[in-house]
């Protein structure tokens, strides 16, 4: 997500400055991203500078409040109106199995167990949590949290993927090796054999 959007978005439901703005981001996402106040300052430094928020006189206590200028609530539209890309590019986890399977020696059915347990820990986790939360009471985390949610269930399935081609499209010889390796291997904490 664009930070420079969440800003101006937060700033066309009314006027705001720095630390506030970072305070309700962060409310209205449950925290699952954390801003840096400087990011927030230096954002709307940039918004400014484009035209898309007029830098307003201090408060009583000091801070400068910020407003979107009809430039930047026009942005806004724009973006709520437009679909967000699919992600493209770095994936860490996709690069990291690319690269798994072409290195010698890399247990690559080893890592894909580890991986496995750490999503399902994950989505456990953030299960327990949407337990907990009431979308009738805070429908913007609600969100956020489901989101998570499929993002691990997605990350699991891909896994499950990478496992089944692995056992597919290995060279036999280096699966033999990998498999007689797994066998005897400990079992990964929360995986089933």
Excluded: C
Aim: net charge negative; proline share 5%.
């Amino acid at each position: 997500m664009s930070v420079k959007m969440g800003v101006l978005a937060l700033l066309v439901g009314g006027p705001g400055y720095g630390y506030q703005l970072r305070g309700e981001f962060e409310h209205r996402t449950g925290g699952s991203w954390p801003l840096n106040i400087g990011q927030v300052y230096t954002t709307l430094d940039r918004l400014e500078r484009d035209g898309l928020v007029a830098r307003g006189d201090a408060d009583d206590d000091g801070h400068v409040v910020y407003t979107a200028t009809d430039a930047g609530r026009e942005a806004v539209a724009r973006w709520f109106s437009e679909p967000v890309p699919a992600k493209r590019g770095r994936d860490e986890l996709a690069i990291k199995f690319a690269l798994a399977v072409t290195v010698p020696g890399v247990d690559v059915p080893r890592l894909v167990q580890v991986q496995r347990g750490s999503a399902m820990r994950a989505l456990q986790d953030l299960t327990r949590l949407k337990r907990t939360t009431d979308p009738a009471d805070d429908l913007a985390w609600s969100l956020v949290l489901e989101s998570m949610v499929f993002q691990a269930e997605a990350e699991v399935r891909w896994l499950d993927h990478v496992e089944a081609s692995v056992t597919r499209y290995m060279p036999p010889a280096a699966r033999t090796v990998l498999d007689a390796e797994r066998a005897t291997a400990a079992p990964v904490e929360g995986t089933v054999r």
